[in-house]
């Protein structure tokens, strides 16, 4: 039980980790703040402190704010639903008993180790390079044409190597979760005449519901974050522009500081909605 | 109809024989109760019969047709978990619907039978209700609710009640007999406390290492146990089994003399020795006598009002029609 007194020190104890956090986080925010309302172009050598919500207005108006948001919605929902799926159906296979069981476990949760740059790299050069790509010595194997994906399918491809490094992590969360199912539910299920496809949706799936609710939370504030792959592989070109890369854009190509910072001030935002509302379903799931 | 007939099946983990080939026969509407030891192979043979584990070898026939190959939503069986097994995301409502509607039952007839059953086991207010809002013992009337709506040939529990508290064990010891006579359906029980054994059954399978030791009428197996094995496990406390000379005067090596059937006499009994431990339950009171020539103090069994410490002097004496005699085999000799 805290008491009065128990409580006043632990208030002492948390205070230099809170004191940290709050520096960490509050001096670059608030940095951001004050150049998102500064005509800051530094190549130009304008530096005005006060110009009011003209950035603001600037980028919430072009056309390219819209596009990338699409873009981020599109990425950011496709992965979890690739990762989601995949990581249901890896976790039930990964949970059957199986010879070299804890060598396939480590090497499903490899992509995890491999940083997203060297990952993307790996993957536009050995896979999906035209030339000498895995993907395109397949394809002539087969005698079909070999396939640009980045240039022909720039979005899909991205999410295709972010989804790879995050299944694992998906289906980490998801194994666990299998694994505390307790086999005399199945057992039931089995005898009350469900055939194994009613039993996956009626005890498998709501057993999962509160771990799938846990991995798109986790997921969708890591993912709106996507840049180093997009940066490796695309570089922003054919439509994978997201919201993060479009910040990244207007501060260090166009030399934008004012407008990029507004952009980020305006991400921030966004993401924040978005993790609110994602909060208050977990929070609904998880409380029964 | 459940009549289940079990031919020569036998079970084996890998390499480990838990159940040996095994003859059995339960008959139509009665109540069978496995017991014996922890690991003895128990849940192992509900489980051959239920279908959730497959025989090594030897069939099993239900009402006369093969069932050994039969998945166990074929069978006809409704079991009870140990654990209950309800489905926490379901309502108690839709816990007891599931098995109907996976037999894509129409929804009245649904409605009819959740609604007997429910009256049945007390369950009509907390039908809305999840499984995670309801007591130890609702939830196993859940789990049995949830058994009956099926209609089975026969209902198989493993270890139903060992979750409860005694006072609950006891009401649903009750509880689950009476639901037979209601019934009238076949019921196999899976159990290791030989109260429940006794109280329950028409009759008692006592296992020892997936052995059959002995099959019989609670009163058989009390009157007359088969082997030193069954005579100590089946009453409560355990029956003395006596060796050396006093059992070689009966012709034995080992003379089995139930606590109950020890009278306490002044003096001159056949066993003089101290009282040690007693157990004074109002109503009986159980003696702990340490004998000289005995290593295990004899339990006896006395009226409540036996004024006797720990410490006294106490003269006993068998009641000599009561004398269980064993061979050197642990065999009964009739
Ligand atoms: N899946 C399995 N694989 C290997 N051995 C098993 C398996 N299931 C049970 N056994 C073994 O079979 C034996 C009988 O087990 P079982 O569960 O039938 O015992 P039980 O009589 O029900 O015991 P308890 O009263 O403790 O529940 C045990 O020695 C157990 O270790
Ligand atoms: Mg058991």
């Known amino acids: 039980m805290a008491t009065e007194h128990s409580r006043s020190s632990a208030r002492l104890m948390i205070a230099p980790a809170v004191f940290v956090l709050l520096v960490w986080m509050l001096v670059p925010l608030i940095m951001t703040l004050y150049f998102s309302f500064a005509d800051y172009r530094p190549l130009r050598a304008t530096f005005e402190t006060w110009i009011g919500f003209d950035n603001y207005a600037s980028f919430l108006t072009s056309s390219s704010f819209l596009s990338s948001i699409g873009t981020t919605l599109w990425m950011v929902g496709s992965i979890l639903l690739i990762t989601i799926l995949g990581g249901v159906l890896l976790a039930l296979l990964l949970d059957r008993p199986m010879f070299g069981q804890g060598i396939v476990r480590i090497l499903v949760i490899a992509p995890f180790f491999v940083m997203p740059t060297v990952s993307a790299l790996v993957w536009k050069n050995m896979f999906f390079n035209v030339d000498n790509g895995l993907f395109s010595y397949l394809f002539k194997f087969f005698g079909a044409q070999p396939f640009d994906f980045l240039s022909q399918l720039p979005l899909f491809s991205i999410v295709i190597i972010v989804a790879w490094q995050w299944l694992p992590f998906a289906t980490l969360i998801l194994l666990t979760a299998v694994q505390s199912l307790s086999s005399e539910q199945l057992e039931a299920a089995e005898m009350d005449g469900a055939p194994a496809l009613s039993r996956f949706w009626h005890i498998i799936l709501p057993h999962l519901s509160r771990a799938i609710t846990v991995v798109i939370l986790i997921q969708t504030i890591f993912l709106l974050s996507i840049f180093a792959e997009i940066f490796v592989t695309t570089n922003g070109a054919f439509g994978t522009r997201t919201l993060t890369y479009l910040v990244y854009q207007r501060v260090l190509e166009s030399q934008n500081i004012g407008l990029g910072s507004a952009g980020g001030i305006i991400a921030v935002i966004l993401a924040n909605i978005v993790a609110i509302f994602l909060m208050r379903i977990v929070g609904k799931n998880l409380d029964n | ?334």
């Open chain 2, 1 to 334: 109809m459940g009549r289940i007939t079990l031919d020569k099946v036998q079970k084996k983990f890998g390499e480990v024989e838990v159940i040996p080939p095994l003859d059995l026969t339960i008959e139509d509407g009665e109540f069978v109760v496995f017991v014996g030891p922890s690991g003895c192979g128990k849940s192992t043979l509900l489980r051959l019969i239920a279908g959730l584990e497959d025989v090594t070898s030897g069939e099993i026939r239900i009402d006369g047709s093969p069932a050994t190959n039969l998945p166990p939503a074929k069978r006809g069986l409704a079991m009870v978990f140990q654990s209950y097994a309800l489905y926490p995301h379901m309502s108690v409502r839709k816990n007891i619907a599931f098995p109907m509607k996976m037999a894509g039952m129409d929804q009245a007839e649904q409605e009819r039978r959740i609604a007997k059953a429910a009256e049945a086991l007390n369950l009509t207010d907390y039908l809305d209700r999840r499984p995670g809002q309801l007591s130890g013992g609702q939830r196993q009337r859940v789990a049995i609710g949830r058994a009956i709506v099926r209609e089975p040939a026969a209902f198989l529990f493993d270890e139903p009640l060992s979750n409860l508290d005694a006072a609950l064990r006891v009401g649903m010891r009750m509880e689950i007999s009476e639901l037979h006579a209601k019934l009238q359906t076949t019921m196999v029980y899976v159990t290791h406390d030989q109260v429940e054994a006794m109280t329950m059954a028409d009759k008692i399978v006592v296992l020892r290492a997936g052995h059959i030791e002995q099959v019989g009428s609670p009163l058989e197996l009390y009157h007359s146990p088969r082997n030193t094995f069954v005579a100590s496990f089946i009453g409560s406390p355990k029956m003395n089994l006596l060796t050396g000379d006093i059992a070689r005067s009966h012709d034995a090596t080992t003379i089995g003399i139930r606590p109950e059937h020890l009278d306490v006499v002044e003096s001159e009994g056949t066993f003089v020795g101290r009282v040690g431990v007693s157990e004074h339950l109002g109503s009986d009171t159980f003696f702990h006598v340490h004998i000289p020539q005995m290593e295990e103090p004899m339990t006896v069994r006395a009226g409540g009002e036996v004024g006797l410490r720990h410490g006294d002097t106490i003269h006993l004496h068998p009641q000599a029609d009561k004398i269980h005699r064993f061979d050197d085999r642990g065999l009964r000799v009739a």
